[in-house]
Nanobody, 126 residues
């Protein structure tokens, strides 16, 4: 599966932004999906994930209540709705896919995902 993230940009603190991750190749319904981000000078960190059936989602503590991940298998697209953005959300955001059977305990670990897209830059000015 190939992944392409888009939707990044420059926004002000308090604004909202919606990222999209479009997939091609194997059907999206076969994959659990995740969003990760990497801020300047920092490692890649988990943001959100969603199971292949889109019935269960997971969030990092610092985005819980502000970000929402969703998955439309029919459109082969995963979204990350980001509200109330702050400067600490500034990063390159990456979408990732995995078909692993043991996703529940590993969704936060970047090593779980075998497919990655190029990132999209989100810059939040304070």
């Amino acid at each position: 599966v190939q992944l392409q993230a888009s939707g990044g940009g420059l926004v002000q603190a308090g604004d909202s932004l919606k990222l999209s991750c479009t997939t091609s190749g194997r059907a999206l319904s076969a994959y659990h999906m995740g969003w990760f981000r990497q801020a300047p000078g920092k490692g890649r960190e988990f943001v959100a994930a969603i199971r292949r059936n889109a019935e269960v989602s997971y969030y990092a503590d610092d985005v819980k209540g502000r970000f929402t991940i969703s998955k439309l298998n029919a459109k082969n697209t995963v979204y990350l709705q980001m509200n109330t953005l702050n400067a600490e959300d500034t990063a390159v955001y990456y979408c990732a896919a995995t078909s692993t059977a043991s996703f529940s305990g590993r969704y936060h670990d970047a090593r779980t995902y075998g497919h990655w897209g190029k990132g999209t830059l989100v810059t939040v000015s304070s």
